[in-house]
């Protein structure tokens, strides 16, 4: 099977093909068990803003309903600017997070729900490497106090290594839980059609209407001024987000992904052939359409 895929199919190319639902829809299939309870949500971060860009839509409408909404933020995001002499690591890593708690609070999070774990920009550890193990069980120690029935976390195959990485954070500490929380994986460097890999069996994807959160949403992205504005000004190798590279997240809708069981039982390793959905002009499988396993609303 060919690794080429035809991007006129492909859901990252064409999110408009896809399913779109109303948050309430949404609350209702997912808490199906659960009537009336509002449980915890926990929204996981790579870095200062990924909450905000890839999630911020669901976090306003969570708020709206009251739904206990927490933010860990796992890496420090003091990589963006590292040749500032303006701002250095510890005073970039103090903007970075006061940006975060001004964005949370336009989408209703108070600063005492968001978690700053303040690991390394750019060296966030995968399973391979030693310092995993002490990140693990830290994130499970936070997880048991926390208990959130959904997680709302990286796409598992997104290009940025650190978003990688904290989908097998997660992933470790919730081994030796005793029960399973749903997850639902959001994207952000995937939108980039240079950057984006194609998508494994297995995965739904769907859209999450935000329409009536959207200006919040918006308004939360403008306090990222470090990332967004020439605010850091000393550093020609600074890293901003270019307007194209905002479109994505200014959207009316946000994009999910959840894996089906099978899934879940495959490691993420690098995709081989087999492992594709083919979507060339003979045989399209629009399997990435369907939502029959755990959202069939």
């Known amino acids: 099977m060919s690794a080429d895929m035809s991007t006129d199919t ?17 609350l209702s299939a997912l808490f199906a068990e659960q ?36 933010v860990w933020v796992i890496s420090d ?13 510890a005073a970039l890593r103090a903007l970075r997070a006061n940006e975060t708690r001004t964005a949370l609070t336009h989408l209703g999070v108070a600063d ?18 030693p310092e995993f193990a002490l990140a693990v069980e830290r994130c499970q120690a936070q997880l048991i106090d926390l208990a959130p029935s959904l997680i709302l976390l990286p796409w598992r195959y997104d290009p940025h290594p650190d978003h990688r990485a904290s989908w097998w954070l997660l992933q470790g500490a919730m081994a030796e839980l005793d029960y399973s929380p749903r ?19 297995g995965i739904q994807v769907w859209r999450l209407d935000i329409s009536s959160v959207l200006a919040r949403k918006v308004q939360a992205m403008t306090a990222y001024r470090s990332q967004i504005t020439d605010l850091i000004d000393d550093d020609p190798s600074g890293f901003r987000l ?3 590279m905002l ?7 946000e994009m999910y992904l959840e894996a089906s069981k099978a899934a879940l039982a495959v490691d993420p390793a690098p995709v081989s052939d087999s492992g594709l959905v083919n979507l060339d002009s003979k045989s399209r499988d629009r399997s990435w359409l369907s939502l029959d396993y755990h959202l069939a609303f």
């Open 183 to 201: 997850l639902l994986e959001y994207p952000i460097w995937d939108w980039d059609p240079a950057q984006r890999q194609p998508l494994p069996r």
């Open 35 to 70: 009537a009336g309870a509002m449980p915890p949500v926990l929204i996981v971060a790579p870095h200062p803003d990924d909450e905000t860009l890839g999630c911020g839509g669901a976090i306003a409408l969570l708020r709206e309903r009251s739904y206990p909404v927490h």
């Open 247 to 253: 479109a994505p997240f200014q959207q009316p809708w």
């Open 77 to 89: 995001g003091t990589k963006s600017h590292p040749n500032s002499r303006r701002y250095p690591a």
């Open 10 to 26: 492909f859901p990252f190319s064409s999110p408009v093909q896809l399913p779109l639902f109303s948050i309430d829809r949404v």
């Open 112 to 129: 005492t729900a968001i978690t700053f774990w303040d690991l390394p920009d750019g060296a966030v550890p995968l399973p391979e490497q």
């Open 242 to 244: 270019t307007p194209d």
